[in-house]
């Protein structure tokens, strides 16, 4: 830990050209007194460079540079102080080049300028700092003019100017608050390297997953940056020295992206088509999750799976924590806890339970253990600078029998991924349905630093490294390896795996839940911003310990908790052993009674979250987003740490503090509407609202849509159930893609889906929802489709206009409509509208009587 603090510190260095020799003096004896601090030595003055493939290379005796257009938004640069660029490689890229350019070079004397449609980049040679700005050449993002590029040792770093307008954003899975210029810009220092964290403090930092990817936001204009490298990386916005955004990473290349906007919409689609997108998870996984450190044995998970069902509370999943194994080795089952896995998975599976098992990564070395044995013989396992196996404790030396250290398998490797894939097959085979990989940043007992010693040794895909290098990317690859060892066993199926630990571009594997808070009101409003931060860092699919995972919550705060966890696209439940009972049933009668009413309003919006999943997977933009995401012209939103968006319309403000008898909440600049009472609200200032232990506050803002379909008892029980299609009309037009398919397989790739454009328009005194552009071959099982309009007065006549031909439909008493006729009616300032779901382009218009029409 001394060796970073050092580093971080020495990005407050004063800037070259500052000589006053106090300063001077004090750093010399600074560096003596800690020669782990970097001296930096600046890149200096560049000879012109020389064009190479999509770019410029630049070499002078210090090191190397290239700048490369990846497409016309982003830019790349290398740069480090050698003579010879090493292998390009990357774990997170997964598309390098993502579009064309068509860049112009123009190399003079003293500068050099690449323009792309978009962007131009001017390069100064002496000293040599980078700039790029927008086709009108003014600068969105620069070096300091004082220090650009520097380096120490294998250390490299970076500083750019900040200015105090500019809002920064990201870098994963971070504590704090959303916005990272700090309190009244006292900015932040962040480090990127994967630590298991165990109740977390609120300030702690880093914890398990690093994405080296900030977002900055400037006047509501957006430019990204991404920092590809997996060593220890530390960035500095504005906390050292206030006007200065400085990155660099302990070791390698500083190999990072400049990604134009100008919407911070453009940055996540630009960052995303880099990185890689989520994939659609099955449905099922976006249920409400049920876990806790450990159900066992076979009696108590079949009686938690029976209580939900009894109560009456939606769930889909039940989850295996480690002491589901024999002494803690990975793929083996405690046969005295559980019999039979394959007849209890099977139970669970009839009566709507899918289960996730844990799979941590640290084998238990003990021969005659089929993976011990085998990794053995495969090579498969990290080693020692000395060749030999490294070993570690982790959970087998806890075991009660034969304790013993364990083994680590080198996920860097590919053969030993698709090793570490073939293992799960028997899992697979009991019947078990997703795969949780924890204590992956790697995590082991009993030495400070909490992980593998920075020497040990790893293939990196055939360039060998130490752990230095591959520790930040080490779950991610026990992820990929996991995610690829599912889709070769079970092709058809859509896996689901949770991880701990992981790196930029991990979203292509797992989900991510930020490891073990705490149950407290403080670690409950953290949990907000950092969802958030991990959306709009790549990471969509996200979720914290509903509940706090260390500790016992109050009633209340579970039910406050349960019900903001309504919003994370991944919501569980989990406690650690030994801590209270955290099932939604356990804080008395009143409680459930809430508690089960907001797992319902998670399954009725199921159909709302797919959507948004499925747009996370075309556009990298997440389900819960933070306000400025959607609305970065207002600078309301900009510090925004206690609200959210659950996709483009629906805000969510979850009522956060203890005792609550109103929630103040920021609308941004928009008509909105109360979601509960269906209320006109003006946006662009804070309001206040009532709230009792069951509220929820929240808004749509107006042309917005929800999706929704009747409470059911989990995903199983969807087909045929009504599909609720919320329109709040808007001044100005407004469409919404609305996504569906069979929820579990691959087909969807090939076509097999349904989507169609819902669009709300208004024309003199008509009002339109338009079903339009059906595309895909997926047909849901027959069942209505209800249109609910927000509308105050009383239409003259509702009609449905399908292949040109204009039909009225009959209205309907609340009597008739409870008996599920279809026609429309009225309810609670709603035009309700049901017909079955013909999946066919189809207007409904409404016609209003009485009104000029102007
Ligand atoms: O050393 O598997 O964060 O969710 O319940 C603790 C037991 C190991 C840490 C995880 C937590 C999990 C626990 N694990």
Redesign the pocket.
Same mark, same amino acid.
């Given at each position: 830990m001394q060796e970073t603090t050092a580093h971080c510190e020495s990005a407050a260095y004063p800037r070259i050209g500052d000589k006053r020799p106090i300063i001077l003096a004090t750093l010399l004896l600074f560096l003596v007194l800690r020669p782990a601090a970097a001296q930096w030595q600046s890149l200096g003055d560049m000879p012109a460079p020389r064009r190479i493939e999509r770019g410029l290379l630049f070499r002078n005796a210090q090191g190397t540079v290239t700048v490369t257009v990846a497409t016309d938004d982003i830019v790349r640069v290398r740069f480090a102080p050698v003579q010879d660029l090493g292998r390009d490689h990357s774990y997170s890229i997964q598309v390098p080049n993502p579009g064309e350019s068509r860049a112009r070079f123009n190399v003079e004397d003293a500068f050099s300028e690449i323009a792309t449609e978009s962007l131009r980049v001017l390069i100064r040679h002496r000293p040599f700092r980078v700039s790029f700005a927008g086709l009108d050449g003014v600068p969105i993002d620069e070096d300091d003019p004082g220090m650009g590029m520097a380096f120490s040792g294998a250390t490299v770093r970076v500083w750019k100017r900040l200015r105090d307008e500019d809002q920064v954003y990201g870098f994963g899975e971070k504590t704090g608050g959303l916005n990272k210029r700090g309190n009244k810009l006292g900015g932040s220092s962040l480090a990127m390297w994967n630590s +298991?964290t %165990?109740a977390y403090g609120l300030g702690t930092d880093p914890l *398990?997953a690093s994405v080296p990817f900030y977002l900055a936001l400037r006047g509501g204009q957006a430019y990204g940056v991404f920092l590809d490298n997996t060593h220890r990386t530390s960035f500095d916005v504005g906390r050292q020295s206030h006007g200065l955004l400085s990155f660099g990473a302990d070791g390698g290349e500083l190999d990072y992206y400049f990604i134009r906007g100008p919407h911070p919409k453009d940055v996540l689609r630009r960052f995303t088509a880099l990185t890689g997108r989520v994939p659609l998870p099955p449905l099922w996984a976006l249920g409400y999750h049920q876990?806790? *450190?450990?159900y066992f044995p076979e009696s108590r998970v079949r009686e938690i799976a029976r209580a939900f069902r009894d109560k009456r509370i939606p769930a889909d999943v039940i989850w295996l +924590?480690?002491d589901y194994q024999d002494g803690y080795r990975p793929f083996t089952w405690d046969r005295r806890r559980f019999p039979d896995p394959p007849k209890m998975l099977a139970d669970l599976e009839s009566a709507g339970f899918k289960t996730v098992a844990?799979v #941590?990564p640290h084998p238990k070395k003990e021969p005659g253990y089929p993976p011990y044995d085998q990794g053995l013989a495969g090579d498969h396992f990290v080693k020692r600078p000395d060749g030999s196996v490294y070993e570690a404790d982790?959970?087998p030396s806890q075991a009660e029998k034969d304790p013993a250290p364990s083994v680590f398998p080198d996920f860097s490797r590919p053969a030993t991924r698709e090793w570490w894939g073939r293992l799960h097959a028997p899992l697979l085979d009991a019947g078990v349905d997703g795969i949780?990989n +924890?204590?992956n940043e790697p995590?082991i %007992?009993g030495v400070p630093s909490g992980t593998f010693p920075l020497d040990v040794r790893h293939d990196n895909e055939g360039a060998p490294t130490d752990h230095a290098e591959i520790h930040n990317v080490y779950g991610f690859l026990m992820n990929r390896a996991t995610w690829e060892g599912l889709v070769n066993l079970r092709p058809r199926e859509r896996p689901f795996i949770l991880t701990?630990a992981t790196f930029a571009g991990g979203q292509r594997y797992a989900a991510v839940?930020p490891? #073990?808070n705490v149950s407290t009101w403080d670690h409950f409003r953290g949990s907000i911003p950092m969802l958030l931060g991990m959306g709009i860092s790549g990471l969509p699919y996200v979720g914290a #310990?509903i509940g706090g %995972?260390v500790g016992g919550p109050t009633p209340e705060l579970y039910t406050r908790w349960l019900q903001a966890g309504v919003f994370s696209p991944f919501m569980r439940t989990?406690a650690?052993?030994g801590s209270p009972d955290r099932e939604p049933w356990s804080f008395g009668e009143r409680h459930e009674e809430i508690n089960r009413r907001a797992i319902e309003l998670r399954y009725e919006l199921l159909p709302h979250l797919y959507n948004l999943m499925w747009e996370a997977g075309e556009t990298g933009l997440p389900p819960m987003r933070p306000l400025f995401l959607e609305h970065p012209e207002d600078p309301g939103t900009y510090d925004l740490d206690s609200e959210l968006l659950f996709g483009p319309d629906l805000l969510v403000a979850p009522v956060l503090d203890e005792g609550a008898k109103e929630r103040w909440l920021y609308l941004p600049k928009s008509d909105w509407y109360d979601f509960w009472t269906g209320r006109k609200e003006e946006g662009g200032k804070w309001t206040k609202t009532a709230v009792t232990l069951e509220s929820i506050p929240m808004f749509v803002r107006a042309g917005g849509m929800v999706f929704r379909q009747p409470v059911v008892q989990h995903t199983g029980e969807m087909p045929g159930k009504t599909l609720r299609v919320t329109v709040y009309p808007g001044a100005e037009p407004t469409a919404r893609w609305l996504y569906e398919d069979d929820g579990k397989s691959f087909d969807y790739q090939r076509g097999v889906y349904l989507r169609r454009s819902i669009g709300q328009l208004r024309q003199g005194d008509r009002f339109a929802v338009q079903v339009s552009q059906i595309q895909g071959t997926w047909r849901p099982a027959p069942r209505p489709i209800q249109f609910e309009i927000r509308w105050d007065g009383e239409p003259v006549k509702v009609g449905l206009m399908r292949n040109g031909e204009t039909a009225l439909l009959p209205r309907r008493t609340a009597e008739e409509w409870n008996q599920g006729m279809d026609g429309w009616t009225m309810a609670d300032g709603f035009v309700l509208v049901r017909q079955p779901d013909r999946v066919e382009e189809m207007w409904v218009i409404l016609e209003e009587g009485g009104r000029d029409t102007g």
């Amino acid at each position: 830990m001394q060796e970073t603090t050092a580093h971080c510190e020495s990005a407050a260095y004063p800037r070259i050209g500052d000589k006053r020799p106090i300063i001077l003096a004090t750093l010399l004896l600074f560096l003596v007194l800690r020669p782990a601090a970097a001296q930096w030595q600046s890149l200096g003055d560049m000879p012109a460079p020389r064009r190479i493939e999509r770019g410029l290379l630049f070499r002078n005796a210090q090191g190397t540079v290239t700048v490369t257009v990846a497409t016309d938004d982003i830019v790349r640069v290398r740069f480090a102080p050698v003579q010879d660029l090493g292998r390009d490689h990357s774990y997170s890229i997964q598309v390098p080049n993502p579009g064309e350019s068509r860049a112009r070079f123009n190399v003079e004397d003293a500068f050099s300028e690449i323009a792309t449609e978009s962007l131009r980049v001017l390069i100064r040679h002496r000293p040599f700092r980078v700039s790029f700005a927008g086709l009108d050449g003014v600068p969105i993002d620069e070096d300091d003019p004082g220090m650009g590029m520097a380096f120490s040792g294998a250390t490299v770093r970076v500083w750019k100017r900040l200015r105090d307008e500019d809002q920064v954003y990201g870098f994963g899975e971070k504590t704090g608050g959303l916005n990272k210029r700090g309190n009244k810009l006292g900015g932040s220092s962040l480090a990127m390297w994967n630590s +298991d964290t %165990f109740a977390y403090g609120l300030g702690t930092d880093p914890l *398990y997953a690093s994405v080296p990817f900030y977002l900055a936001l400037r006047g509501g204009q957006a430019y990204g940056v991404f920092l590809d490298n997996t060593h220890r990386t530390s960035f500095d916005v504005g906390r050292q020295s206030h006007g200065l955004l400085s990155f660099g990473a302990d070791g390698g290349e500083l190999d990072y992206y400049f990604i134009r906007g100008p919407h911070p919409k453009d940055v996540l689609r630009r960052f995303t088509a880099l990185t890689g997108r989520v994939p659609l998870p099955p449905l099922w996984a976006l249920g409400y999750h049920q876990c806790r *450190y450990s159900y066992f044995p076979e009696s108590r998970v079949r009686e938690i799976a029976r209580a939900f069902r009894d109560k009456r509370i939606p769930a889909d999943v039940i989850w295996l +924590d480690i002491d589901y194994q024999d002494g803690y080795r990975p793929f083996t089952w405690d046969r005295r806890r559980f019999p039979d896995p394959p007849k209890m998975l099977a139970d669970l599976e009839s009566a709507g339970f899918k289960t996730v098992a844990i799979v #941590d990564p640290h084998p238990k070395k003990e021969p005659g253990y089929p993976p011990y044995d085998q990794g053995l013989a495969g090579d498969h396992f990290v080693k020692r600078p000395d060749g030999s196996v490294y070993e570690a404790d982790v959970w087998p030396s806890q075991a009660e029998k034969d304790p013993a250290p364990s083994v680590f398998p080198d996920f860097s490797r590919p053969a030993t991924r698709e090793w570490w894939g073939r293992l799960h097959a028997p899992l697979l085979d009991a019947g078990v349905d997703g795969i949780w990989n +924890d204590m992956n940043e790697p995590a082991i %007992f009993g030495v400070p630093s909490g992980t593998f010693p920075l020497d040990v040794r790893h293939d990196n895909e055939g360039a060998p490294t130490d752990h230095a290098e591959i520790h930040n990317v080490y779950g991610f690859l026990m992820n990929r390896a996991t995610w690829e060892g599912l889709v070769n066993l079970r092709p058809r199926e859509r896996p689901f795996i949770l991880t701990r630990a992981t790196f930029a571009g991990g979203q292509r594997y797992a989900a991510v839940w930020p490891g #073990d808070n705490v149950s407290t009101w403080d670690h409950f409003r953290g949990s907000i911003p950092m969802l958030l931060g991990m959306g709009i860092s790549g990471l969509p699919y996200v979720g914290a #310990d509903i509940g706090g %995972f260390v500790g016992g919550p109050t009633p209340e705060l579970y039910t406050r908790w349960l019900q903001a966890g309504v919003f994370s696209p991944f919501m569980r439940t989990h406690a650690a052993k030994g801590s209270p009972d955290r099932e939604p049933w356990s804080f008395g009668e009143r409680h459930e009674e809430i508690n089960r009413r907001a797992i319902e309003l998670r399954y009725e919006l199921l159909p709302h979250l797919y959507n948004l999943m499925w747009e996370a997977g075309e556009t990298g933009l997440p389900p819960m987003r933070p306000l400025f995401l959607e609305h970065p012209e207002d600078p309301g939103t900009y510090d925004l740490d206690s609200e959210l968006l659950f996709g483009p319309d629906l805000l969510v403000a979850p009522v956060l503090d203890e005792g609550a008898k109103e929630r103040w909440l920021y609308l941004p600049k928009s008509d909105w509407y109360d979601f509960w009472t269906g209320r006109k609200e003006e946006g662009g200032k804070w309001t206040k609202t009532a709230v009792t232990l069951e509220s929820i506050p929240m808004f749509v803002r107006a042309g917005g849509m929800v999706f929704r379909q009747p409470v059911v008892q989990h995903t199983g029980e969807m087909p045929g159930k009504t599909l609720r299609v919320t329109v709040y009309p808007g001044a100005e037009p407004t469409a919404r893609w609305l996504y569906e398919d069979d929820g579990k397989s691959f087909d969807y790739q090939r076509g097999v889906y349904l989507r169609r454009s819902i669009g709300q328009l208004r024309q003199g005194d008509r009002f339109a929802v338009q079903v339009s552009q059906i595309q895909g071959t997926w047909r849901p099982a027959p069942r209505p489709i209800q249109f609910e309009i927000r509308w105050d007065g009383e239409p003259v006549k509702v009609g449905l206009m399908r292949n040109g031909e204009t039909a009225l439909l009959p209205r309907r008493t609340a009597e008739e409509w409870n008996q599920g006729m279809d026609g429309w009616t009225m309810a609670d300032g709603f035009v309700l509208v049901r017909q079955p779901d013909r999946v066919e382009e189809m207007w409904v218009i409404l016609e209003e009587g009485g009104r000029d029409t102007g």
